[in-house]
């Protein structure tokens, strides 16, 4: 149903910025979610940032204040600006469609921050 073509990560060091892009193709108008989840090594997945239909957005813990997502409907896009970072940021960024268990999602995208 829906396509998502991820891009924008890399290594960064401590204090850096890092902005990911997902671009969503397809059936765009079913979607209602968008999110960015990461997995780093050892740990759980864990919801990073999500928007809503409406615009309503919600953050973990530990990015608030410190990323941000957005999103160009025009452009079927969603992004997530990423300052401040730390090395517990590394991990495997996905954007996802949906939701966690039935959604779609875009093959990942490595941010590794490191000095």
């Known amino acids: 149903q829906v396509q998502l073509v991820e891009s924008g990560g890399g290594l960064v060091q401590p204090g850096g910025s890092l902005r990911l892009s997902c671009a969503a193709s397809g059936s765009i108008f079913s979607i209602y979610f968008m999110g960015w989840y990461r997995q780093a090594p050892g740990k759980q997945r864990e919801l990073v940032a999500a928007?809503?239909?409406?615009?309503?957005?919600d953050y973990g813990d530990s990015v608030k204040g410190r990323f941000t997502i957005s999103r160009d409907n025009a452009k079927n896009t969603v992004y997530l600006q990423m300052n401040s970072m730390k090395p517990e940021d590394t991990a495997v960024y996905y954007c996802?469609?949906?939701?966690?268990?039935?959604?779609?999602w875009g093959q990942g995208t490595q941010v590794t921050v490191s000095s």
């Open positions: 928007i809503m239909r409406g615009g309503n957005t």
């Open positions: 996802n469609v949906n939701g966690d268990r039935f959604g779609s």
